[in-house]
């Protein structure tokens, strides 16, 4: 069985001593691909994690625990991770019983906030007992629900906003306001780079810029800001879209002011029936102030369109060192 330590292939070495401080902001597989990428050139890694995820064994968690939904940190926290049976733990699912279908990752960061009243420490202690090559963050402290009008129907929740078909007018993070995670700030302000994760457009990278304070955070930055595009599109959450529509989303919705830089595929994937190609159109995305880098970045031999981390890295990496 496939485990996600040998989907993702994190780097073995450790982090780059003189490397620089990176950040990378979103949630799901799309931000897990992104971790593994920069510990190729990376000497600090901050996962900034969306806190919206409502689906499966996170969702039947926070209903009955006052906590963030623990599922995208741990797709962090283990992609972070070097291979170990603790990893394997973190990852497993149950099949049967009255805990059929909870990751165990997910239990045991549920009761290690509950151990500590503190779910950030208790991420921080999950990461320390995996050996974790970076820094894992909520993007905000305390559980928020993701609320949004589609095609003028209000849909509320991650998982059902993902699945509604029509076109996405207003998202926000409910309930509004607040104070942010000021940690979360803090690495931002001082990072050396800032890569917004490819994913799920609205219910994990503007999911997370929505938290109060961080799209702020990114648009106060020195740092150079790169967007790591989708290589396609989704089935109703995207379904239609260019990459310059994600651009315009980012900054109608997500507030991002500042421009930076996009990396976009330019190789030979397959691409699944029912979905298209993510396209930039350059002097579009010059508009809003991104300058726009084509790549091979992607991995030919995944039955699903997904990023290569080391193709991916080594790209990041040449941004990081200019």
Known sequence: MSTP??????????????GPSVVCIGGGFGLAQLLSAVQIYAGEITAVVSVADDGGSS???IDGLDIPPPGDIRKALLALADPSLLAELFSYRFEATDVSGHSLGNLLIAA????TGDFTHAIDVANDLLGGHGRVLPAAAERRVLDATIDGRHVQGQDAIQHAPGTVEELRLLPSG???????????LRADQVVLAPG???TSLLAALLAPGVAEAVNGTSAPVVWVSNLCTQL????GMTGVDHLAAMEAIGGIRVGGTII?????FPVPEDIDRLTVDMVEALEYGWALCEAEVADPAMSWPAHDPIKLGRVLADFARH
């Open 264 to 268: 976009s595929d330019r190789g030979d």
């Open 178 to 188: 607040g104070e942010p995670h000021r940690e979360v700030v803090d690495a931002i």
């Open 112 to 115: 290690i906030a509950d151990l």
């Open 200 to 202: 799920s457009l609205y």
């Open 5 to 18: 330590q040998a989907q993702l292939a994190p780097s073995l070495l450790g982090l780059e001593e003189d």
């Open 236 to 239: 109703e959450e995207t379904r």
């Open 59 to 61: 969702g039947r968690l």
